[in-house]
């Protein structure tokens, strides 16, 4: 089980690792966003050796707010997300669709993933995504698709906060990705139009009806905590609330003897 840095958002990507550390995650995906230490592979492998908290995944800084990191132009951050995750022994690199104004990028996004793929050990996992609302409205904001399913990718991430955003079926989704599915966001979320990412069990998502087919099945990829914090009112509450999610992810995740 591993907790994705963003979980501890607003503090730092090294407040991150201090917390994997202390409550027993099996290790950190880094996401890359605005924090410089999420940038400086150096710098994680430094905090990554002092925790003694392994780096199993990065996730491509794909988020509006990360526009001009790792370069403007998305098959750099690609790239380079690669390097990272080949320099620290990370096996999986998360990306999203494009945004559908990225039009280039949009119409070579399947292509150029098989591409990168076959270049690299590194998987790289596409995420599903979900439609924009503002009240009753919808907007489609990735391409090719937000339901990453649709296309043909090598490997895919679930994100089950992400199911909920899109009010579509979980399981169906994971069906539907098959042996292709190497990476696992969990999270939870009540069919909101904003993307909630709450604590496992708090919400509507069949978080734990997945876990318990991934441990039946043999999956072979990571689970990872990524949810929401922002709203505790203290570090100790955030600590309490992904220690929560740590204990219902073993709960769930252990095999029935």
């Given at each position: 089980?591993?907790?994705?840095?963003?979980?501890?958002?607003?503090?730092?990507?090294?407040?991150?690792?201090?917390?994997?550390?202390?409550?027993?995650?099996?290790?950190?995906?880094?996401?890359?966003?605005?924090?410089?230490?999420?940038?400086?592979?150096?710098?994680?492998?430094?905090?990554?050796?002092?925790?003694?908290?392994?780096?199993?995944?990065?996730?491509?800084?794909?988020?509006?707010?990360?526009?001009?990191?790792?370069?403007?132009?998305?098959?750099?951050?690609?790239?380079?997300?690669?390097?990272?995750?080949?320099?620290?022994?990370?096996?999986?690199?998360?990306?999203?669709?494009?945004?559908?104004?990225?039009?280039?990028?949009?119409?070579?996004?399947?292509?150029?993933?098989?591409?990168?793929?076959?270049?690299?050990?590194?998987?790289?996992?596409?995420?599903?995504?979900?439609?924009?609302?503002?009240?009753?409205?919808?907007?489609?904001a990735y391409a090719p698709e937000w339901d990453?399913?649709?296309?043909?990718?090598?490997?895919?991430?679930?994100?089950?906060?992400?199911?909920?955003?899109?009010?579509?079926?979980?399981?169906?989704?994971?069906?539907?990705?098959?042996?292709?599915?190497?990476?696992?966001?969990?999270?939870?979320?009540?069919?909101?139009?904003?993307?909630?990412?709450?604590?496992?069990?708090?919400?509507?998502?069949?978080?734990?009806?997945?876990?318990?087919?991934?441990?039946?099945?043999?999956?072979?990829?990571?689970?990872?905590?990524?949810?929401?914090?922002?709203?505790?009112?203290?570090?100790?509450?955030?600590?309490?609330?992904?220690?929560?999610?740590?204990?219902?992810?073993?709960?769930?995740?252990?095999?029935?003897?």
């Open positions: 089980m591993l907790l994705s840095t963003a979980s501890v958002y607003p503090e730092s990507t090294a407040t991150a690792f201090e917390i994997a550390a202390r409550l027993g995650y099996d290790g950190v995906e880094v996401m890359v966003w605005t924090d410089p230490v999420s940038q400086d592979v150096d710098a994680l492998r430094g905090l990554s050796d002092y925790h003694s908290v392994p780096i199993h995944a990065v996730h491509a800084p794909c988020l509006l707010i990360t526009q001009r990191v790792w370069s403007t132009d998305p098959w750099v951050k690609l790239d380079r997300a690669r390097s990272a995750a080949e320099r620290l022994g990370a096996s999986t690199v998360v990306v999203h669709p494009p945004f559908r104004w990225q039009r280039q990028y949009a119409r070579d996004f399947v292509t150029g993933i098989w591409r990168m793929a076959d270049e690299t050990d590194v998987r790289f996992a596409v995420e599903n995504m979900y439609p924009w609302r503002y009240r009753d409205r919808e907007m489609l990453v399913t649709k296309d043909d990718y090598r490997h895919f991430t679930v994100d089950l906060s992400h199911t909920a955003t899109a009010r579509t079926d979980a399981l169906a989704m994971v069906d539907r990705m098959g042996d292709r599915l190497g990476h696992v966001h969990l999270a939870d979320g009540k069919g909101s139009a904003k993307d909630e990412h709450l604590v496992p069990g708090r919400g509507d998502q069949p978080c734990a009806e997945l876990l318990h087919r991934l441990a039946a099945t043999g999956f072979d990829g990571h689970v990872v905590i990524e949810v929401n914090t922002r709203r505790a009112m203290s570090s100790a509450e955030r600590e309490t609330d992904l220690a929560e999610a740590l204990a219902f992810t073993r709960l769930h995740l252990t095999p029935s003897l």
